[in-house]
């Protein structure tokens, strides 16, 4: 099994950065496709990012790109996802994401429902 730890989030003011980070328990993250989804107040869980379990392939939501960047650590069970220019519409619960499945196409790693595991996730607010 695996447990999932966001932690990281907070108040920043628009064009701030932050990084947050997911530890993981248990075997399996070396192998495993990470991704970040999000979760504003009463909208779905949508993807913002996600990348293999060797660390070369990474795939962002658009309005992300050139914004945000995902990474790993598999020696410390790590995730991270670093935002830049933050806008008041990143505001969102933060969930980090493990699938143990290959790293395949957009339709499978974008897609929250082919995640087998969830952290409790972490709340970032973009305000002035």
């Known amino acids: 099994q695996v447990e999932l730890v966001e932690s990281g989030g907070g108040l920043v003011q628009p064009g701030d950065s932050l990084r947050i980070s997911c530890a993981a328990s248990?075997?399996?993250?070396?192998?495993?496709?990470m991704a970040w989804f999000r979760q504003a107040p009463g909208k779905e869980r949508t993807f913002v990012a996600a990348?293999?379990?060797?660390?070369?392939?990474?795939n962002y939501e658009d309005s992300v790109t050139g914004r945000f960047t995902i990474s790993r650590d598999n020696a410390k069970n790590m995730g991270y996802l670093q935002m830049n220019n933050l806008k008041p519409e990143d505001t969102a619960v933060y969930y980090c994401?493990?699938?143990?499945?290959?790293?395949?196409?957009?339709?499978?790693?974008?897609?929250?429902?082919?995640?087998?595991?969830w952290g409790q996730g972490t709340q970032v607010t973009v305000s002035s």
């Open positions: 990348i293999s379990w060797s660390g070369d392939t990474k």
């Open positions: 994401a493990l699938d143990r499945a290959p790293y395949r196409s957009r339709r499978y790693y974008s897609e929250y429902r082919e995640y087998d595991y």
């Open positions: 248990g075997r399996l993250f070396s192998s495993c496709t």
